[in-house]
């Protein structure tokens, strides 16, 4: 198994750092941490630890979520795991050698509360190399417009865990394709469905974040 090989089965399986006892079966093995550095330090380039490391592992965790194979722990785990190993990118974002797949703007509609769901998507789709703007929860309209403005070409996403915040979703949605009609939106949540989704005018609705990641890869390949 080579190195970037190491850091995607690090990522998938959650493990950290060299002094992280989880997963027990790789208790006292090197983590993302050491292996990302270890892989810089061998001058290999941060977009190859990127695409052929952080990413591939994020992307077996979203699938064996999807497929009910691991749950939010697990998935946390991971998460911390490709924070550990993007810390050390972070100045190759800065400096330009890290080129994002592009800007995803995500939070929870006004009036929700919720937010383990939507954190979980972020963390998967910064985990498939995008640029994840979070904007909480109680989003209001205006703040997904403010985020617009600065940011410009993005993909906006919303959450809703209520019945009673759909409304505000569908508000929300409507308000922003009248003012801006090409801007893709993409929608998620446990009352939500794709008939929803159609009669709102969102652009996707996916009920995993994996679908989410799938969706909006497919709108940069």
């Not at 703040?143 to 865990?161: N, P, T, W």
Request: charged share 25%; hydrophobic share 40%; glycine share 10%.
């Amino acid at each position: 198994m080579n190195l970037l090989e190491q850091i995607a089965n690090c990522i998938e399986f959650g493990k950290i750092n060299l002094n992280s006892p989880y997963p027990p079966n790789m208790k006292g093995q090197e983590g993302a941490d050491e292996l990302t550095l270890k892989a810089l330090d061998e001058g290999i380039p941060a977009n190859d630890i990127l695409k052929n490391g952080l990413v591939i592992g994020m992307e077996k965790v979203g699938v064996k979520f999807r497929e009910n194979k691991v749950f939010v722990p697990q998935v946390l785990m991971s998460a911390k795991a490709m924070n550990a190993a993007t810390l050390h990118l972070k100045p190759y974002f800065n400096d330009g050698s890290i080129q994002r797949k592009g800007k995803f703007i995500l939070g929870t509609v006004a009036g929700d509360l919720h937010d383990i769901g939507k954190n979980i998507v972020g963390m998967m789709i910064e985990g498939n190399g995008w640029e994840v703007i979070d904007l909480g929860t109680d989003v209001k309209t205006e703040q997904f417009e403010k985020a617009i403005q600065e940011y410009g070409d993005c993909v906006i996403g919303m959450s809703s865990l209520l019945t009673t915040t759909m409304p505000n979703m569908e508000a929300s949605v409507k308000a922003i394709k009248a003012r801006y009609p090409e801007q893709k939106i993409i929608i998620g949540g446990a009352p939500i469905t794709e008939d929803f989704k159609n009669n709102i005018g969102a652009d996707f609705y996916s009920e995993d974040p994996q679908g989410a990641a799938e969706y909006l890869n497919s709108l940069v390949a």
